[in-house]
């Protein structure tokens, strides 16, 4: 006996469902770390045997949401240029660049201590963690940035503006679009404000002049 065809729709439906419960529960777990994945269906417009389908419990919503945060800044990172660019200019575009992906990146961390676990949340966080120290560090050796703080210790510092700065923007107390933190985290590494918004005005220009050429 042949197997029944699944119909292309069919398939496209389900993978519908699966990025709007996801999108979904990102927002939802955003407001409120204990929601349930019965409000989360209800929010997506999905019935709960749908969810419990892509999903079978929280545990693998959340370790889906993970990976796909992990898909996310790896892509931001291997995005990145070669080590010759000067390192001020490699900080901007590394900001600039997790800035649309900082909703997964802050819900990570959300969520590190009560349900995925540190370690698994410093897994999927060390690359990107990596290159900004690798950054934060060559700009100190030229002089780029103040080293009053060891590179991994700055990098942690200005791992925690960036998110409080995210955070700022998802409750709707401050608006950017990655610019004015990819500034004030520049500022805060040492560099003058004039030269930061020089900066990050030209690297912000090149960036969509690439995505547009892209």
């Not at 419960?21 to 989360?40: C, H, K, S, W, Y």
């Not at 929010?43 to 969810?51: F, I, Q, Y």
């Not at 990146?105 to 009560?114: E, G, I, M, S, V």
């Amino acid at each position: 006996m042949s197997k029944p065809v699944v119909r292309e729709p069919l398939r496209r439906n389900s993978r519908s469902n699966r990025a709007r419960i996801l999108a979904t529960a990102r927002q939802e777990l955003g407001r409120n770390p204990d929601v349930t994945l019965e409000e989360i269906a209800r929010a997506a417009g999905v019935v709960r045997r749908t969810l419990f389908g892509h999903f079978p419990g929280r545990a693998a919503l959340l370790e889906a949401l993970a990976e796909e945060a992990s898909e996310a800044l790896r892509g931001a990172v291997e995005r990145m240029p070669d080590a010759e660019e000067a390192p001020e200019r490699a900080f901007a575009r590394f900001i600039l660049s997790i800035w649309p992906v900082g909703d997964r990146y802050r819900l990570l961390l959300a969520l590190a201590r009560q349900d995925l676990g540190m370690d698994r949340v410093s897994e999927i966080l060390t690359p990107a963690r990596d290159e900004v120290t690798a950054i934060l560090d060559r700009g100190q050796r030229t002089g780029v940035f103040h080293d009053q703080l060891p590179a991994s210790v700055l990098s942690a510092a200005l791992e925690a503006l960036t998110l409080s700065l995210l955070e700022s923007v998802n409750t709707g107390t401050w608006e950017d679009d990655g610019t004015r933190t990819a500034v004030a985290t520049l500022v805060a590494a040492g560099v003058s404000d004039q030269a930061a918004t020089s900066i990050v005005e030209g690297v912000a220009s090149e960036m969509r002049a690439e995505s547009f050429d892209g």
